[in-house]
């Protein structure tokens, strides 16, 4: 009989150490993912970073804006948010620093998130952190040791790819066109060295719709990107422990052993089965935070794992959080055709420092769905909206009009069958983030 990776003595504890490595290289695969799925194919001159259809070279160095607020029409981002435009960039700084130059944003909040290629949301420019005056920011990799131009900020990377997600505030339709002149004049160019350039073409090594599967495959995509970005120091010894089962810089180009491979393509099931429904951590009343990181995961490489399986480019806690709900009050599934309300008492609504959303999605697609009002969110911008006369807030959460005229102001349609709720917070205060705030329960209404 063959042996097995659980029968085989050379084999003891290998398969649990495939499973380590695993959770460690997978945030990297995705990141890949989405770097060949979100760098633009064309730069701004419009020239084809790659000829063929399946190629896989893309521009890094170069903004890639969207112009409206997602709505139902929109497919490709999974629950999206329906309150910022989003502006996305990959930055390449293996040969030298990039400068990102931003306007002068008024009263608009904005951030430009920073992703390091491990999925650490390590830094943010904007409103929080560096204000809405003009500034220009020096963002470098990890082995850059020049000086810094007088009047730049500079923004160490820890990684030499790096992921910019941007949003910036659109207070409706009627705001877009004020939003999107600020987005045309945020600004990448290459650093003072000169060395960098803007844009920049790249090969992103694989296509959007490639799924971790095929061990080989794996490895292939993982080690090229631990060659180009390596792990912190620190880690340094228990990653090259995955060399074992093929994961490693120095892996990069050998055959896998077949018991190995196989080990491997069962690590890799294994681990996407088990993360990808993973519960978040609940918070009473139906609610639950998915992502609680600040700027780094450190050394978990499951937590770090599952986020990238499910919510890759979130943003941490500090900067914005992201608050679910797919049950009710009393565990049972959110139904369009239910009536449920969320009832904020008078001075205990969301505590933040910019702004926070409510916003239901189908549960199948992880879209928005058309309604017959257009309201696809309802929060502290929302205008129309009814106090009761004591200064509570009850919200109205269903698939069919509420016939109360209160309720009828706060709607906030939700698709016909199942779904779930998103209650954003963008700079939430120290309530929410140490977990002291009562979330209020989500209340399925009585016939």
């Not at 292939?220 to 994961?247: I, M, Q, T, Y």
Request: glycine share 10%.
């Amino acid at each position: 009989m063959k042996p097995t990776p659980d029968s085989d003595p050379q084999f003891d504890g290998l398969f649990d150490l495939a499973v380590e490595a695993v959770q460690f290289a997978l945030p990297l695969y995705e990141m890949a993912r989405m770097r060949s799925a979100t760098c633009p194919r064309i730069d701004a001159a419009g020239r084809l970073a790659g000829s063929a259809a399946d190629a896989s070279q893309r521009w890094a160095n170069q903004w890639l804006h969207v112009r409206e607020l997602l709505g139902p029409q929109h497919r490709r981002v999974v629950t999206p948010n329906n309150d910022t435009l989003y502006s996305n960039a990959w930055l390449d700084l293996s040969a030298g620093p990039i400068v990102i130059r931003v306007p002068a944003m008024q009263a608009r909040y904005y951030v430009l998130g920073l992703l390091d290629m491990y999925t650490n949301p390590f830094g943010c420019i904007g409103t929080r952190t560096t204000g809405n005056e003009a500034g220009a920011f020096l963002l470098h990799g990890p082995g850059w040791r020049g000086s810094v131009p007088e009047g730049m900020q500079a923004v160490a990377c820890p990684t030499n790819t790096v992921w910019i997600i941007g949003r910036m505030l659109a207070d409706g339709a009627a705001d877009l066109s004020d939003a999107v002149r600020l987005q045309d004049q945020l600004v990448i160019e290459p650093g003072p060295e000169g060395s960098a350039q803007a844009p920049c073409r790249i090969d992103a090594g694989m296509q959007p719709n490639e799924k971790p599967g095929d061990a080989m495959r794996f490895v292939e995509v993982v080690n090229a990107v631990l060659a180009a970005n390596p792990p912190p120091l620190a880690e340094g010894e228990r990653v090259a422990s995955f060399e074992r089962v093929g994961v490693g810089a120095r892996c990069a180009g050998k055959a896998l052993d077949a018991q190995v491979r196989e080990t491997l393509a069962r690590a890799i099931a294994h681990v996407t089965d088990a993360l990808s429904g993973a519960p978040a951590l609940a918070l009473g009343g139906g609610w639950a935070l998915p992502v609680d990181v600040r700027e780094s995961f450190g050394a978990d490489y499951r937590e770090r794992a599952q986020v990238a399986l499910n919510y890759i480019g979130a943003l941490g806690i500090e900067e914005a959080m992201y608050i679910t709900a797919d049950f009710d009050s009393s565990g049972a599934c959110l139904d369009g055709g239910c009536t449920y309300v969320v009832y904020f008492a008078a001075g205990q609504g969301p505590q933040v420092d910019a702004f926070w959303s409510l916003t239901a999605y189908e549960k199948a697609t992880c879209m928005l769905a058309e309604n017959e009002i257009g309201r696809y969110s309802l929060g502290d911008r929302t205008r129309g909206l009814r106090h009761d006369a004591d200064g509570g807030l009850r919200i109205a959460i269903s698939a069919v009009e509420p016939h109360d005229p209160v309720l009828r102001a706060n709607w906030l349609p939700a698709p016909a069958g199942r779904f779930y709720l998103a209650l954003r917070l963008y700079v939430p205060r120290e309530v929410h983030i140490s977990r002291r705030f009562v979330y209020p329960p989500v209340v399925r209404q009585s016939v």
